[in-house]
């Protein structure tokens, strides 16, 4: 680079917008003379991560940009400026609070807002409108957790830290497949020396690399801890000195557990008694225990009970508030926990208070609010009813997806669709809910933002914007903001920048607090703009108790319940509330996948994090593939009582017999009907509200594909592809797909006969002249181009997907100039390979290649061809991939020590170029 071209650098430190983990990023941002060169990589000084990042994380940098971007406000379809939008959101709020009271309206929330935007929108709706109705979609993963700390230890505060994982011996996931979900907290895990016990009824890349796995029956995880309780007891494994001093109602919560015999578990639990007792006796000895869970434990009719009999067994061995012990519940969002803080839970007040006068008195002096809301709102499932039924007719949506996310989601959309007012502030232009709203407001993104997130660990971080906003977009506080002075609340919502905000909340927090609330950051409460700016990650509480933070919580016996003693609560274990039945003979599991995140409004936008995973597929064990004639690749459909899902068979021998699992990410906005929250009936727990997503009983059909079809085209013609797709009713297409390219789009057609690709072509480029067409055709498949001085149409269609080209190859056409014989891109390409991992770019064959030639360990596969040595989340399935090989018989001992094939050469050469390109910061 010439010292003329530099134009100025800058290096900002923030937080990644994903998971719970909370993992500290650096950004690197170059301004040159035409173009903006920006490099994310991990935080080195951020005590989550030090420095690692996950590939999603690290290829943050890839999601920015306007493409796909909501720019401008959006009235009814049409581009307005903010005023009138505001205009009109606050007319009609104003209008159903007079003609219909307070609880007409509603607000829901996202745990990937700032704390700061939580905070003024909790304030508005509970103090001013005078409404609990503001909940979040916290509620559909964290809400059990909240339940069972609360009851167990008065307030909601995870006692545990990060640091625990790696000064444990053992280490307990229930529910959790977080080498996957929370891969770098899962690294921290390994790098300890614990033992590793996975509690999930499926197989996985975490349970993969577990000293022991417990494949229990779905729901069955209350029974299985009674048992554990019991063994305990009987076995004498309690600290009775700990029960004695420092908790109550453990006789009622024994009783309860009581005939819960190591037989009786094990029958419950559908495991061996010789495997359920080896992990009773391994926690039974080891005083050093964390208990990790997550939604396997949450997503249930029972889940808050689920969360109190952990943590009875912690409980009962005293097994809290040390280092290396605790039960641990992990955060799936990047702010969930800030919003439990500021009170975005409708059964909460705000700052960790309650629906009680005292507290309600207290709020309304602080906030000197007119009309405190005096009783709870409705939870996630109900809001919804109430939009179905009338009762709310406006609410405003923020940074969520409900259309998707929600169970019974079709029924959601429906319910959105009707009702008067739906305002929706996202950073997406199209999602499956803004196609519901009748405002669009254009918010601010990741890189733009400005505030603080909490993660899973009470740790709280800035997030801090290193670009400016997107066309018009605005912070989320302030469009809120603007609508409290439209309702004539100006003076209380007059804040200028987000640490007025952050000081507002952290005064509130230690207000009348006295130590009777977990929730303290008062040293905050007179924070400057200067000193907010430079915050430095900090746990919680943090006051002049506590002035550099709190790592753990009751390393003091010392809880926040009336006695100061945790509560036992007595657990009677109940089954799911959806059964298998005749109809729907199969269990269907879901969860997400390893390089994708929620509703993929912003992993979806990155290629490479496509490479592992494209399409919805469905995990089936091959029995019951054979049974049902469903073939490895085939297109499937589901069938609940509630909706149906199509998605791509992808047999696995490690599913159990008459379980299926599926991903939550795919919507309607990038495929065709692969919504697996369209199957789920909405069925809560009672005392959380929390959905029960992890057992719905499906039925399975395989659908009868004749034909595939892949489709290359530049932005135009995708956005008139992809409306067509949208609206067209053909009996001939089955299932589509859409993957973001550089320059394009490529959609995959599943269809019923074989497309007419020419018609097809000709309908999508009716607007473009000087089209020429070039025709391939053979037996088995037909290739259309389509050209004029530039690509702008390739269709390959075949009888068979495994035989369509490699997509990389033919995605490489949108960047290429046309050649001057266009027929060479209809030259025949191979087939595609799976990636394995998605930072090196290292595929399936080559690792098998490897292992073939005698390469038998992860950590030697990584030295020779790159894998699993960026994040780390793919080094279950390399080990998988090993495991295989070995029980299949494949050896490398026939092959020389010194010979190098030439596809793990290939790898060498790529991973050596990966690595110069990354130092080089290209």
Not at 175 to 186: D, E, M, R, V, Y
Not at 816 to 835: C, K, S, T
């Amino acid at each position: 680079m010439a010292v003329t071209e530099f134009l100025s650098a800058r290096r900002s430190c923030t937080t990644c917008p994903y998971c719970g983990v909370g993992c500290g990023v650096t950004v690197d941002k170059e301004e040159r003379a035409d173009t903006t060169a920006i490099k994310v990589s991990g935080d080195t000084q951020h005590p989550a991560n030090f420095g690692k990042l996950c590939v999603k994380g690290a290829a943050l940098g890839e999601t920015l940009g306007e493409r796909d971007r909501l720019l401008r406000p959006r009235l009814h379809g049409k581009e307005c400026d903010w005023d009138s939008a505001m205009s009109y959101v606050a007319d009609s709020f104003a209008q159903n609070i007079r003609e219909y009271g307070p609880d007409s309206v509603a607000f829901y929330l996202s745990g990937q807002l700032l704390t700061e935007d939580y905070y003024v929108a909790n304030k508005l709706m509970k103090g001013f409108i005078g409404s609990a109705n503001i909940d979040t979609n916290s509620r559909l993963c964290m809400s059990s957790a909240v339940v069972g700390y609360k009851r167990a230890f008065g307030a909601d505060a995870v006692p545990c830290c990060y640091g625990d994982l790696e000064h444990t011996d053992l280490i307990i996931l229930i529910g959790s497949n977080a080498a996957w979900t929370h891969p770098i907290l899962f690294q921290r895990m390994q790098a300890g020396s614990a033992k590793l016990v996975v509690i999930d009824p499926r197989a996985s890349a975490t349970s993969e690399m577990a000293d022991l796995h417990l494949a229990i029956i779905p729901g069955s995880d209350a029974s299985l801890f009674n048992g554990l309780l019991n063994f305990l007891a009987q076995h004498n494994q309690l600290d009775h000195q700990y029960i004695q001093q420092h908790t109550q109602g453990f006789e009622d919560t024994l009783v309860a557990a009581q005939h819960w015999s190591l037989q009786q578990t094990a029958l419950a639990c559908g495991i061996s008694t010789e495997k359920l007792q080896a992990f009773f006796q391994l926690f039974a000895e080891t005083e050093k225990t964390i208990s990790f869970y997550s939604q396997g434990i949450n997503q249930s009719s029972s889940g808050s009970d689920k969360n109190n009999a952990i943590i009875n067994c912690h409980l009962a061995t005293g097994r809290i508030g040390k280092t290396g012990t605790g039960p641990f519940s992990i955060t799936g969002q990047p702010n969930a926990m800030g919003g439990r803080e500021v009170g975005g839970l409708a059964n909460m007040l705000a700052a960790h208070m309650e629906f009680d006068m005292d507290a309600i008195d207290r709020v309304g002096r602080f906030w000197c609010a007119p009309q405190v809301a005096l009783t709870p709102g409705l939870k996630a499932v109900d809001m919804f009813r109430a939009v179905e039924s009338g009762q709310i007719k406006a609410i405003w949506i923020m940074a969520t997806n409900p259309a998707v996310s929600m169970p019974e989601a079709d029924r959601v959309a429906e319910a959105l669709r009707k009702c008067p007012l739906v305002v929706v502030s996202d950073c997406i232009a199209d999602t499956d809910t803004a196609r519901c709203a009748d405002v669009l407001l254009p918010a601010t993104s990741w890189g733009e933002k400005n505030g603080t997130v909490t993660n899973a660990e009470r740790r709280i971080s800035r997030q801090r914007p290193f670009q400016e906003p997107s066309g018009e977009a605005r912070h989320d506080w302030q469009a809120i903001c603007d609508l409290a002075g439209r309702l004539g609340f100006e003076d209380q919502f007059s804040y200028s920048h987000p640490a007025d905000i952050f000081r507002e909340h952290a005064q509130l927090s230690g207000f009348e607090n006295n130590g009777s609330r977990a929730f303290d950051i008062s040293l905050f409460g007179n924070i400057q703009r200067s000193d907010y700016d430079k915050l430095q990650p900090v746990q919680w509480p943090v006051n002049t108790a506590n002035p550099n933070g709190s790592a753990r919580l009751f390393g003091d016996g010392r809880f926040f319940t009336e006695s100061g003693r945790a509560n036992f609560i007595p657990i009677t274990p109940r089954s799911p509330q959806q059964q298998i039945n005749k109809a729907y003979p199969l269990w269907l599991n879901s969860g997400r996948m390893r390089d994708q995140w929620h509703t993929m409004t912003r992993t979806g936008r990155s290629r490479k994090l496509l490479d592992h995973s494209e399409i919805t597929e469905v995990q089936i064990n091959p029995r019951d593939a054979r049974e049902y004639g469903v073939d490895e690749g085939a297109l499937v459909e589901l069938r609940s009582a509630q909706g149906r899902m199509c998605g791509r068979a992808a047999l696995n021998a490690a599913q159990k017999h008459g379980e299926l699992f599926a991903p939550i990410h795919w919507s309607q906005t990038l495929a065709q009907e692969s919504k697996v929250s369209a199957l789920t009936e909405a069925v809560v727990d009672p005392l959380s509200g929390q959905p029960e997503f992890k057992q719905v009983p499906v039925q399975l059909q395989p659908l009868e594909c004749h034909s595939y079809a892949t489709l290359i085209c530049p932005d135009p013609v995708a956005k008139s592809l992809w409306q067509w797709l949208q609206t067209h009713n053909d009996s001939n297409l089955l299932h589509w797909y859409r993957v973001p390219c550089d320059g394009g789009y490529r959609f995959e057609l599943a269809l019923c006969h074989p497309l007419d690709g020419r018609k097809l072509g000709a309908m999508l480029l009716q607007d473009i002249p000087d089209i020429h067409w070039q025709q391939v055709e053979t037996l088995k498949s037909q290739r259309w181009l389509a050209y004029n001085d530039e690509f702008q149409l390739l269709i390959i269609a075949n009888n068979d997907w495994h035989n369509l080209p490699d997509r990389r190859t033919l995605e490489r056409y949108l960047q290429l100039d046309m050649p001057q014989i266009p027929a060479q891109l209809l030259h025949p390409i191979p087939a595609g390979v799976r990636m394995v991992c998605t930072c090196m770019q290292i595929s399936r064959p080559q690792i098998e290649q490897a292992i073939g030639n005698g390469i038998h360990s992860v950590e030697a596969l990584g030295h020779a061809l790159g894998c699993g040595t960026r994040c780390g989340s793919c080094k279950p399935e390399i080990s998988a991939l090993i495991r295989t090989a070995r029980e299949s018989g494949v050896s490398g001992q026939a092959v020389a020590a010194t010979m190098e094939t030439e596809v793990v050469k290939s790898a060498k050469n790529k991973h050596k170029e990966l690595k110069e390109n990354y130092a080089a910061g290209a």
